[in-house]
């Protein structure tokens, strides 16, 4: 078991630019998860997949924000035209639904973005 | 909709001394609860959790907590704390089975001193 995984840590970029987040989930976990969280604040729910399926979106998840897990395993987190308001640290988790932990989140370590 | 309260922003200890960190819910069922920890610029950790059963569990790193449902509050224990254990703290609560989001609390930013 090597963890939730997630790169890069930390991503600077120019406001109008686009970004893109990787998440490797524990191996066996079949549900990922994607938060934000600002700074003082908690993680907010993003969105939610089950196997490859999408199944919940935060209404905080604009338009210019895409989620996408093709294949079951990894996630990729795409922030379009990105905005100043968008700089967050945003921490990817997974789940399993069988076994002694199963419906446990378990995060990685996150990736800091900063919008100048 | 669920909530979670964190009333203690930042909370100061001396190092060996108790410590009692507060989280109340708003659900109007049977909740999960979790209790996570974050240390700077890392991701969040589990500590323990509640689904169902004893009400009071025990975690990670001698950290206990206590389901109190007339009082609908899910508070943090541990007896003598470390330099070790400074960190932010959050409380969560799960609404379903699946637990498909957790919705968080404010966070309980701990400092030890010496």
């Known amino acids: 078991d090597t963890g939730v995984s997630q790169d890069p840590r930390h991503k600077i970029t120019k406001r109008g630019q686009n970004v893109t987040f990787r998440c490797d989930p524990i191996?066996?976990?079949?549900?990922l998860y994607w938060y934000r969280q600002t700074l003082g604040q908690g993680p907010e729910f993003l969105t939610y997949?089950?196997?490859?399926?999408?199944?919940?979106k935060s209404r905080l998840l604009s338009d210019r924000f895409s989620a996408e897990r093709p294949k079951g395993s990894f996630s990729t987190l795409e922030i379009q035209r990105t905005e100043q308001g968008d700089s967050a640290m945003y921490l990817c988790?997974?789940?399993?639904?069988?076994?002694?932990?199963?419906?446990?989140?378990?995060f990685g370590p996150g990736t800091r973005l900063t919008v100048l | 909709a669920q909530s979670v309260t964190q009333p203690d922003i930042h909370i100061t200890v001396s190092e060996g001394a108790s410590l009692e960190l507060r989280c109340n819910y708003s659900y109007g069922a049977t909740p999960y609860l979790f209790w996570y920890v974050q240390s700077p610029g890392q991701g969040l950790q589990l500590l323990l959790k509640y689904f169902s059963g004893d009400t009071l569990v025990q975690g990670i790193k001698g950290f206990e907590a206590e389901f109190k449902r007339s009082q609908s509050s899910f508070n943090l224990r541990k007896p003598s704390v470390h330099w070790s254990d400074a960190a932010e703290y959050f409380c969560a609560v799960g609404v379903d089975f699946g637990n498909e989001k957790l919705t968080f609390g404010t966070g309980t930013r701990l400092t030890i001193i010496p």
């Open positions: 191996s066996e976990h079949n549900r």
């Open positions: 988790a997974s789940s399993s639904e069988t076994g002694d932990q199963s419906d446990t989140q378990y």
């Open positions: 997949f089950q196997n490859e399926a999408q199944l919940e």
